[in-house]
């Protein structure tokens, strides 16, 4: 019996979650733009699909993302609007979590708003998936329970692959004077950011309290909006999930050298005109990238002045607070083809700061990718950022019940749907969540909650989070309890760190 009630609060929940209730009713609201008819869903007032720039297509594509145009009728806004264009695979997710339509139509953005709500703190998420994939309607990310908890939770979607980081020499002479180029992405994240500070106050929500939050390759573009002076005073915080921070960036002589070649992999000439370009088929630009490579900022001196690392080791950042960290498992992004070619790359500092798996390649492995992609910089960028506004440092190693023994960690990605607690709306998945599952879940989506509301993070169920600083080096772990850790991987860190830090 209870696992009947469980797949039919399941598919209750994924029916919400799809736009599609038991039981809902129109709601209207004027934005900007025009009125836009959502859903009220109990306590939730729902939009989906909401444009907040003008459709980047034609002689709009590789352009900075332009005003939104107006409509005078009211526009339907109940169902999620498609993804950016991306590869995707019918019935089966790709990386970036997607099943759906895509287009190059696709600057919308999604908001759950409490219902009645005046001056609520605001969260807006940029999703992960390599900067090539993803979407803001993916099910772990519906933000009902954010908005339950009184945030206004708002979900945007940006440019992907080579529609949203390319740079070309026609593109270059092409712009406008004073309009920034390459980074598509962020300026579209930066556009949203804009509509939110236009038109979230309509909605509820307090344009002066906004959070910013994404995972993985969201995370970085997080990190990329607190290096970016476009950005500053756009947001009052940031959470950084699996983010990094220590990447390279091409500059963008080097990134318009690589447009060239992708232009000539595509038929056309070395010197492309921009109508040339612009007349690219996009389901060839998305075919171009060879298997799940993810894109990163480019350094145009515009939008991006510098990269993440350099702009925290100088100080340059936004002075706004900060949760950051990653999971036990990051090395779930690494092929177990890759480990011994990974190792032969790692100097003989690092490997013996491992002994403890040192006789075991693939442990060894997965321990140092661990470590250099997410946590050692996580800890550098929290480190860095203490210095000019608090930050809080976390590790994610929580395992739901019945993966445990069945895997080496918590994934990268698997922190998501406890930030959001939807656990219990993923297909195909609530039937395995337990009581200890949803319990963790609310605990961390509690941190995350009370983050937004006071700017620190106070977790029900867990003791005190203490700020984080180099010389106490504490972090939040949340494993199968939530618990301070001080000194946490210490010895490993500072070797990564002394061998690969910037």
């Avoid at 836009?36 to 297509?57: H, N, Q, T």
């Avoid at 509820?204 to 939050?213: A, E, H, L, S, Y």
Wanted: charged share 15%; glycine share 10%.
């Amino acid at each position: 019996m209870t696992r009947i009630l469980t797949t039919l609060m399941a598919v209750a929940l994924a029916s919400l979650y799809a736009g599609v209730t038991l039981a809902d009713t129109a709601v209207t609201m004027r934005t900007g733009n025009g009125a836009v008819v959502g859903r009220e869903v109990g306590d939730i007032d729902v939009f989906k699909g909401v444009p907040f720039a003008a459709p980047p297509v034609g002689p709009l594509r590789w352009r900075a993302p332009q005003p939104a145009l107006a409509w005078t009728t009211p526009r339907d806004a109940s169902a999620y609007g498609p993804a950016c264009p991306q590869t995707t695979y019918p019935g089966t997710p790709n990386a970036g979590g997607y099943v759906g339509p895509t287009s190059e139509d696709c600057l919308n953005l999604n908001i759950w708003a409490p219902k009645g709500a005046h001056k609520a703190p605001v969260m807006v998420w940029i999703f992960g998936g390599g900067n090539v994939a993803g979407a803001n309607s993916i099910p772990p990310n519906d933000g009902s329970a954010f908005a339950r908890d009184g945030i206004v939770l708002v979900s945007v979607n940006y440019r992907l692959g080579a529609l949203g980081f390319f740079a070309h020499p026609a593109l270059t002479k092409a712009a406008p004077a004073g309009e920034p180029v390459a980074n598509y992405a962020i300026m579209d994240q930066i556009a949203a950011l804009n509509w939110v500070q236009r038109n979230i106050k309509r909605f509820g929500g307090d344009p002066g309290n906004v959070t910013i939050f994404g995972e993985s390759a969201g995370g970085q573009d997080v990190l990329t909006l607190m290096a970016s002076p476009a950005a500053r005073g756009l947001f009052a915080k940031a959470t950084v999930q699996s983010g990094g921070g220590w990447g390279t960036a091409p500059n963008l002589a080097e990134a318009e050298a690589r447009g060239v070649a992708l232009a000539q992999k595509l038929g056309l000439p070395a010197d492309a005109s921009a109508d040339q370009l612009r007349a690219l088929p996009v389901a060839a630009l998305v075919g171009a990238g060879q298997g799940f490579q993810g894109v990163s900022p480019i350094v145009d001196g515009r939008i991006v002045t510098e990269t993440v690392a350099q702009a925290f080791a100088r100080g340059e950042q936004a002075p706004v607070p900060l949760i950051i960290g990653a999971n036990s498992d990051e090395a779930s992004l690494l092929p177990s083809a890759s480990y011994l070619a990974y190792l032969a790359n790692q100097s003989p500092t690092v490997v013996a700061a491992y002994p403890d798996v040192a006789a075991d390649p693939a442990k060894l492995a997965r321990a140092i990718f661990d470590d250099e992609a997410m946590g050692a910089p996580a800890r550098w960028i929290a480190g860095h950022q203490s210095a000019k506004a608090p930050a809080w440092l976390y590790y994610f190693s929580y395992v739901r019940v019945v993966r445990r023994g069945k895997i080496p960690g918590a994934n990268h990605t698997s922190e998501n749907p406890y930030v959001f607690d939807t656990q219990m709306g993923i297909p195909n998945y609530a039937d395995q969540i337990q009581a200890e599952d949803r319990a963790m879940a609310a605990l961390v989506h509690s941190c995350w909650v009370s983050f937004a509301k006071t700017g620190a993070p106070v977790c029900r169920g867990a003791p005190a989070w203490p700020a984080y600083s180099p010389a106490g080096d504490q972090l939040m772990e949340f494993g199968l309890a939530a618990d301070v850790r001080a000194n946490f991987r210490k010895s490993q860190r500072d070797a990564v760190e002394k061998a690969v830090g910037p």
